[in-house]
């Protein structure tokens, strides 16, 4: 078959040695930061950008692609051992994963969570092989208005979605829109909110506002939390899973895979939401939902097999039509564009070593990390051991030298560090920085994209009922937009019935929450 | 110091464990405990000033935006874009003030720990001023000084011997193998 030619030439790409090195260095330094609590995968992206400078663009994303997924595997080990979720999609695996842990077979779960999350990898990125050139192609017919539309549904899928008060969110994305601004107006050469700095005159470089935002601004706020004393971890013998263990996983694996895969396709969706999805999934499928929070299997391979999957579809939209689905995408966007290569449905035709190769990475880099997980354990394990003062200023030189390297530039360090103080601010008044990041990333796209809209439709941006594309895409902005309100409208509607229901009844139960609302998002947690 | 964990081949583990004498059993404890454990919420009075920081940029936005030059909806202007933008940070600055004022809002209020990251905050500064002055290595070590010593708590001797070796490994990486152009003095 004629169409699985770049495929099968892609893997000619991820064979050579140097891809294959940092292939292995990408899984590697994930599982690491996966395993070492503080840092996440989006922050160590954007510490090591400057890694990216020096070397062709499909290695660098193979590297990127790899420290993101292995992040997931490793996030599942203090999990299990110390009951401490290393990554915020590993958070479910704790209440199964320890159990088992604390049962004498801790490998168990660790196999089964390796197992799961080779398979549901694989099964996404089968999917993406299968499905990413159909949406490339469909993608193909998108204009102006589509695009910005795509755009701003993305945003707002991504503001909302995430975790934390919705309007902060927005507020983030609409200061990543506005930073996007500065600089030179593309379509008529004047200067914007320079304030006369020659370094600005181009605009906010986005490697040191990343590296800011997620690096210094993740360190400068590890300084101040107070990390739990690490637990002696729970001894692992090499003991691999029953073949009782894995028959009983097995179907939850496969519920996890399709799961994860849709999960991560969704902008704001992703690996963490997969995982809390699966695990739910699981508990109301299961015959004996009892079992879970005790040790039962389903519990770990579920929710670890969602998010991996998740987490290599998140690449779909990304490398299908140009708009990363989370943070991490979008600074995986921004690598791109400091590679000189534009994120978009051309992707696929004009740089088909490129997009093949960055797929066919994924296939090698699991079967790596399911042959290095269980036997690093014990070196991860150790390495948790080194304290976290001593970690913390390697980090922040790393992240500091680094900077300068990108154009010799001490401007940049200082924008790093700037942007450091925003984001370790941000955090404590709670905002998210996901949106900002995205945002400005997707600015210059969404305002070229309108500009030329409004060109096309003559001034006026109604004119984007009239194509379907956009029309869907505008509905369903305005949908997800006016969707929480009605719930929020509608949950104080249902609240006061029970309120009147049970004051009519008789003394209230003995609740811990408050409103019904509430428990109800615990129980699906 | 935790106790470690008595080994067994296989069989059940035990985990004596002083600080965490009685262990959540179920996901239900153990998210309740992490909430317990988490730090507070920001408060009301964090998101008034949080709100009002947005508000004045929004606005700042407006006013420059319209000097830049607005133009029309056919032909847009330099303008007319971070005009629309700033327009929805005002809105949503508003807003947030409103939804805000009774706290709930997320975040997590200062706390005398905050200290040690201002402190951490003007070590990378100072750094940012020093290296162009003189080279990296000598910032770089008083940095590691400082977070391990006064931000860490670590014992004056490891952390001398740290820090020296982690300039050391710096230097060998970024000057002698990669031969960057960072500043330096040896």
Known sequence: MEFLQPVLDGFGVVLEPTNLLYCLLGVTIGMLIGVLPGLGPAATIAILLPLTYGVEPVTAIIMLAGIFYGAQYGGTITSVLLRLPGE?????????????????????????????????????????????????????????PEYAALALLGILLVATI???????????AAVGLLLATVGRDAF????????????????????????????????????????????????????????????T??????????????????????????????????????????????????????????????????????????????????????????????PGPELINAHPDLFWGVVNSMYIGNILLLI????????????????????????????????????????????????????????????????????????ALLESSLRRSLLVLDGNLLGMMGRPISATLVILFVAVAVFPLIKSLLDRRTHHAVVDEALRSGPAPHAASGTPSDTHTKENA | MPLPAREHLDGPVETTDPLDPVEAQTPEELVAQWEAEAPPQAGPVANLAASLVVLALGIGGIVLAVGLGIGTASSPGPGTWPLAVSVLV????????????????????????????????LT?????????????????????????????????????V????????????FIAALGTSIPHLI
């Open chain 1, 188 to 247: 008529t050469g004047a200067e914007r909110f320079t304030f006369g700095n020659l370094s600005l005159a181009d605009g906010i470089d986005f490697v040191p506002v990343a590296m800011g935002l997620f690096g210094v601004g993740e360190i400068l706020y590890n300084l101040e939390e107070r990390h739990r004393a690490a637990k002696a971890p729970t001894s692992v013998k090499n003991v691999w899973p029953s073949r009782q263990d894995l028959r």
């Open chain 2, 90 to 121: 005002t809105v949503l600055a508003l807003a947030q003030a409103v939804i805000g004022r009774h706290g709930g809002q997320g975040g997590e209020k200062f706390t005398r720990y905050s200290w040690i990251t201002l402190i951490g905050f």
């Open chain 1, 249 to 342: 996983s097995a179907p939850a694996i496969g519920r996890g895979s399709v799961l994860g895969f849709f999960l991560g396709i969704l902008p704001g969706g992703g690996a963490t939401i997969a995982s809390l999805a699966g695990y739910a999934v699981e508990k109301k499928v299961a015959k004996d939902p009892s079992r879970f929070g005790k040790g039962a299997v389903e519990g770990v391979a579920g929710p670890e097999t969602a998010n991996n999957a998740a987490a290599t579809s998140s690449f779909i939209p990304l490398l299908t039509l140009g708009i990363p689905a989370n943070a991490t995408m979008a600074i995986i966007f921004g690598a791109l564009l400091i590679q000189g290569v534009t």
């Open chain 1, 162 to 172: 995430s975790n934390g008060p919705k309007v902060k969110a927005l507020i983030a």
């Open chain 1, 372 to 443: 290095m997980a269980i036997p690093l354990i014990g070196v991860f394990v150790r390495i948790l051991r080194v304290r976290a003062a001593i970690l913390a200023p390697i980090t922040a030189l790393i992240t500091l030298l680094g900077a300068y390297t990108i154009r010799n530039s001490m401007f940049d360090v200082l924008l790093v560090v700037v942007f450091g103080a925003v984001g370790y601010l941000m955090k404590k008044f709670g905002f998210e920085p996901g949106p900002l990041v995205l945002a400005f990333v997707l600015g």
């Open chain 2, 124 to 160: 990378l500064v100072a750094m940012v001023v020093l290296i162009p002055l003189i080279g990296f290595e000598i910032p770089a070590l008083l940095l590691c000084l400082v977070w391990m010593r006064f931000l860490g708590g670590e014992g004056w001797r490891s952390t001398i």
């Open chain 1, 88 to 144: 915020a999609s590993a958070v479910v695996t704790v209440f199964d994963g320890y159990q088992l842990a604390k049962q004498g077979k801790a490998g168990t779960a660790l196999g089964i969570a390796a197992i799961g999350s080779f398979v549901g990898g694989t099964v996404a990125i089968i999917g993406l092989t299968f499905l990413a050139p159909l949406v490339a192609g469909f993608a193909l017919d998108f204009g102006p």
């Open chain 2, 162 to 173: 740290y820090s020296l070796l982690i300039v050391a490994a710096f230097y060998a990486i």
